[in-house]
């Protein structure tokens, strides 16, 4: 689990507050005891709100299956779907990225959801194979925001799936059908 954006901006805030204090104190102002007040209840709440959101953030109830062609043809845009179901009482917001190898060219994720309760989605991005062979899929990452977007969790759905690279034949094919059609 790691801090958020948000949560850090708020601790920059306070950094920012006990800055202002220092100097406050070091110039005797008149306000330095308001400001030291200020610090501490913004610092002590910020720590409890974290501490709370941390306390409740749990693993969620996500089911994400991802469909791609079992052979692929090398140089060729081809479309892999993931399948993403949710399955708790609450909304979920997160970023998903699927884990290719380095063989394949993705494009099209990462990408930031927020899904609804019981909401399912189907999510289509597009890979390009560079090279010949065997190609790897990992599974799929989701980075999950807690509910007060105070912290972030990454979690991995789904199973690491295997692919064939083939050289693309369609324009063989297409020659030898224009070949054919020229001898007739």
């Known amino acids: 689990?790691?801090?958020?954006?948000?949560?850090?901006?708020?601790?920059?805030?306070?950094?920012?507050l006990a800055l202002l204090l220092a100097i406050a104190e070091i110039r005797d102002w008149n306000a330095a005891p308001q400001l030291r007040v200020m610090f501490w209840l913004g610092l002590m709440s910020i720590l409890l709100l974290a501490f709370w959101d941390a306390l409740f953030f749990r693993r969620p109830e996500l089911q994400a299956n991802r469909t791609v062609a079992s052979n692929l043809a090398l140089g060729v845009s081809q479309k892999v779907t993931i399948d993403i179901s949710h399955q708790e009482p609450?909304?979920?917001?997160?970023?998903?990225?699927?884990?290719?190898?380095?063989?394949?060219?993705?494009?099209?994720?990462?990408?930031?959801?927020?899904?609804?309760?019981?909401?399912?989605?189907?999510?289509?991005?597009?890979?390009?194979?560079?090279?010949?062979?065997?190609?790897?899929?990992g599974r799929i990452g989701c980075r999950v925001t807690s509910n007060w977007t105070l912290w972030?969790?990454?979690?991995?759905f789904g199973e690491p799936q295997s692919i064939k690279i083939h050289p693309n034949y369609k324009p063989l094919f297409r020659a030898s059908i224009g070949g054919i059609d020229q001898i007739r």
């Open 1 to 16: 689990m790691r801090p958020s954006l948000h949560l850090l901006a708020l601790l920059g805030l306070c950094v920012g």
């Open 90 to 137: 609450r909304k979920i917001n997160f970023s998903l990225i699927d884990s290719p190898s380095d063989q394949l060219e993705m494009e099209g994720l990462p990408v930031e959801l927020a899904l609804k309760p019981q909401e399912k989605v189907g999510l289509i991005y597009r890979v390009k194979a560079k090279q010949r062979g065997r190609a790897e899929f």
């Open 152 to 156: 972030q969790k990454n979690y991995e």
